[in-house]
């Protein structure tokens, strides 16, 4: 097996993939440090599907020398802005996040940023594991027991309350930056008691900022929708000057693409033409006969505008 395909098995288990366009980051090369839908909640919205193993038990899932000999393939990392931890679960399930963390910062140089649901903050040793990173990117979608039930489908030990004093001990340690997301999904978090709630709550943990998201991709559940552009306008006025409702990506440079990247990229998040359009710098013609064939062999396959993978696991 050549040093490519060598490379190309290891990406099936999940490791280095991208980089991948964020709105909030620019290009992410990000590194999957948990296997497939291993996670801590089961979101409704959650674009890779519906949580298969929720867990609240973490691991070293992956020795640090298996990214390590993936990262040297993306030496100089061209067209990267960040190295973005994160996983398709929850990646401070991830036993050792400190260690991996210096080894990632000493080999890339790249700012190192995670991203979490927050659910295991609330444990003293996840929150000193993390405090190297340059950037921590927590969620809180809901503050009230019954709305955190609703939307984030929880393991049964995780309570809300435990989450935000975690997030709170974050903030008094970490001296980075945290931008905490709240993602909408209509009907479930946009009543008005909530928000106040969520408000309240922000104010007590003090983020550098506040990201309003809302429901973009294909979710893992059905009759699962955004709320409208309005909405979140008006809760960014209402939480004050340090919320922002997340825009479109802009792109920063042309990312290098063939068949198997495109499919990496697709596999770790669902991925509109437009948006593959602007990142690649491909035009639609070379575009559609290469997602083609990725739908032919079975690989990945097209839900509303966007294209999605279809394999049942990553990693072991």
């Known amino acids: 097996m ?28 990000g590194v999957d440090i948990i296997p497939y839908k291993t996670c801590t909640f089961d979101c409704v919205y959650c674009e890779l599907g519906k949580t298969t ?3 609240v038990s973490r691991k070293n899932f992956y020795p640090a020398s298996c990214f390590m000999k993936e990262l040297e393939e993306y030496v100089p990392f061209k067209n990267v802005d960040c190295l973005t931890v994160t996983g398709s ?22 700012p190192l940023v995670l991203l979490t649901n927050a659910s295991l903050l609330g444990r003293p040793e996840v929150v000193k594991e993390i405090l190297l990173f340059d950037s921590i990117l927590p969620s809180l979608d809901a503050v009230t027991p019954e709305v955190f039930r609703k939307i984030n489908r929880p393991h049964p030990s995780l309570k809300i309350e435990n989450i935000i004093r975690g997030l709170k001990r974050l903030r008094e340690r970490f001296r980075g930056k945290i931008f905490l997301e709240v993602l909408f999904v209509k009907g479930f978090n946009d009543r008005e008691s909530e928000l106040k709630a969520l408000k309240n709550a922000i104010e ?43 825009g479109t990506y802009c792109r920063k440079k042309i990312i290098e693409m063939n068949g198997n990247s495109l499919k990496e990229l697709i596999k770790h998040r669902p ?32 839900n509303r505008d966007f294209y999605v993978w279809t394999g049942d696991s990553c990693g072991p």
């Open 204 to 246: 007590y943990i003090a983020p550098d900022r506040v990201d309003l998201n809302t429901v973009v991709r294909p979710p893992a559940e059905k009759k699962i929708f955004p709320v409208p552009e309005r909405y979140l306008d008006e809760v960014r006025s209402y939480m004050g000057d340090y919320a922002r409702v997340i």
């Open 53 to 55: 193993c929720r867990s």
């Open 2 to 29: 050549g040093k490519s395909d060598d490379m190309r098995k290891r990406n099936m288990e999940g490791k280095i993939f991208g980089p991948v366009p964020s709105r909030r980051l620019g290009n992410s090369l």
């Open 271 to 302: 991925m509109s033409m437009g948006e593959l359009k602007n990142l690649t710098g491909k035009d639609k013609p070379w575009l559609e006969t290469a997602l083609q064939e990725l739908v032919k062999s079975g690989q990945i396959k097209k």
């Open 89 to 110: 679960g929850e990646p401070t399930l991830y036993k050792g996040l400190d260690t991996l963390c210096k080894t990632l910062k000493d080999k890339t140089g790249l």
